[in-house]
């Protein structure tokens, strides 16, 4: 809110209380009208009551001792809000109890303004005051993992899920992504492989990432970047059992993790499992079966033995639909490149070679395709009931969730490290960052690219009097009613 003055018909000035949104300006209450000074001062006044009662909101000027707008001077706008949220944040997790301040700011300045490192030390000084060489940010950054803040910062979140979050972790969640450089220079963990962002031409590492059922991180793995991602699989799960000290636990996974040597070593060790099922590579006998018994019935479900395991099969016509269009669409892509064979520079799924070195439409596939139109498929060594198993296998898009969020908000790609103790260390600030925006999602109910949006707009002002030297620290008024419920919401969190 501010006060404004209008001239009247009559020669006065009448004085109001307005605010501005979007272009628009709000008349909140019409003072009065003055014809001098005195008059004048008077409604001045009540205007400036009027808008300290109901918006909360204090002129600067009131804590200087001279109140002309000349003598005063802006130096600096700081986030101080963000920051103030996104420290108190990182202490309720835990992290603090990795005892190293620049850590810390690396982490949130990250979150806040995603850079590397050589523009996060820039950000820090400039909107946090705080200068540490690009030399000793480097020097933490290698040290931290020597001194296991990975660790640390794993056990802190294994802790909070399970005193804050009220979690049992009998049940939690394993994927892997990959993360691109912009080179060519492969190290023990850099190096080419089957790229999931499209970058098949410069190297990449792997990560592999454990969620619980609301997406809340608890451990994460870097691997070379040409480790197939279902060789990542065992040794994460034995790493998580352990921390997690938990031999009832169950592994939700997708179909990518599901070899037969994955699956009997977590038999071996009495763990418990739910993965996709690679349908299209059973028997066509065994798929003949989950055809019949499926009869394309809306959402049926049909349960065989398989390999001493539960498969579970459902039927949906919406993704018979999607299926079948995917499935005409190829079969006409199929017969294009037959009948152009000099175009055929790639695999097409229904096109396979004669031995007279012609290319033919592979009828057999065809009819395979065909018939596991619509049914998804779903192998479990528990006891859990049929829906239930359905139910958590689709909880996995929760970490897809996670992932969108490092790759995204939090920027961890590209990445412009070249040794691998750097790197992993660069990962785990990027995994500190993912566990304080979903403990924020989780705790407002906003994306962490909302709440930034919306604390962004309060930010921590010095203010000087250049006449008496004074200074003064002013967070920015909000008068915005939604964005004010927003910003005392914000200012919660964390607690």
Not at 395 to 403: T, V
């Amino acid at each position: 809110m501010r006060i404004r003055v209008v001239s009247t018909a009559s020669g006065k000035h009448a004085l109001q209380v307005v605010s501005k949104r979007s272009g628009v300006v709000k008349v909140h209450k019409h003072i009065g009208t003055y014809g001098n000074d005195s008059e004048k001062a008077i409604l001045y006044q009540k205007a400036q009551d009027y808008i300290q009662k109901y918006s909360g909101q204090v002129s600067f000027t009131d804590y200087l001792t001279s109140p002309s707008l000349s003598d005063v001077i802006i130096t600096q706008s700081r986030p101080l809000f963000a920051y103030e949220l996104l420290s108190r944040c990182y202490d309720k997790l835990g992290f603090a109890q990795y005892p190293d301040s620049l850590i810390k700011d690396l982490v949130i300045s990250r979150l806040y303004h995603p850079a590397s490192k050589r523009g996060l030390h820039e950000y820090i000084y400039e909107s946090l005051g705080r200068s540490y060489s690009l030399r000793t940010i480097y020097r933490h950054v290698k040290q931290s993992l020597k001194n296991g803040i990975k660790e640390a910062f794993q056990e802190a979140l294994i802790t909070f899920a399970r005193q804050d979050l009220g979690d049992t972790l009998q049940l939690v969640f394993y994927d892997v992504t990959t993360l691109y450089f912009d080179s060519q220079v492969k190290t023990t963990l850099k190096d080419f492989g089957f790229s999931k962002d499209h970058h098949s031409t410069d190297t990449q590492i792997v990560i592999g990432l454990v969620v619980n059922k609301q997406g809340f991180p608890l451990y994460f793995d870097v691997f070379s970047g040409k480790t197939f991602e279902g060789h990542t699989l065992v040794g994460v799960i034995e790493n998580i059992q352990q921390l997690l000290q938990s031999p009832e636990l169950i592994v939700v996974a997708d179909a990518a993790m599901l070899s037969q040597d994955n699956i009997d070593h977590m038999m071996a060790k009495k763990i418990g499992f739910i993965v996709g099922a690679r349908l299209a590579n059973l028997p066509l006998r065994f798929i003949d079966q989950v055809h019949t018994q499926l009869n394309k019935q809306d959402n049926n479900i049909a349960i065989f033995s398989y390999r001493n395991q539960r498969l579970i099969c459902q039927y949906s016509a919406k993704r018979a639909s999607k299926d079948r269009s995917d499935r005409i669409k190829q079969i006409e892509r199929a017969k294009t490149v037959i009948d152009h064979p000099t175009g055929i520079m790639g695999r097409y799924r229904f096109v396979k070679k004669a031995k007279d070195l012609k290319y033919l439409i592979n009828t057999k596939l065809i009819d395979k395709a065909e018939k596991l139109e619509g049914v998804k498929g779903y192998i479990t060594n528990t006891n859990l009931e049929t829906q239930m198993v359905i139910d958590r296998y689709h909880d996995l898009w929760h970490i897809e969730n996670s992932f969108r969020i490092t790759k995204s908000d939090l920027e961890a790609r590209p990445i412009f490290h070249r040794l691998d103790e750097t790197i992993k260390a660069h990962m785990v600030m990027v995994f500190a960052g993912l566990a304080i925006s979903k403990y924020i999602e989780q705790s407002t109910g906003m994306s962490i690219k909302k709440v930034l949006q919306h604390s962004s707009r309060v930010l921590t002002h010095t203010i000087i009097n250049t006449k008496t030297g004074e200074t003064i620290d002013k967070e920015t008024s909000i008068d915005d009613t939604y964005l004010k419920q927003i910003i005392e919401l914000l200012r919660t969190v964390g607690h």
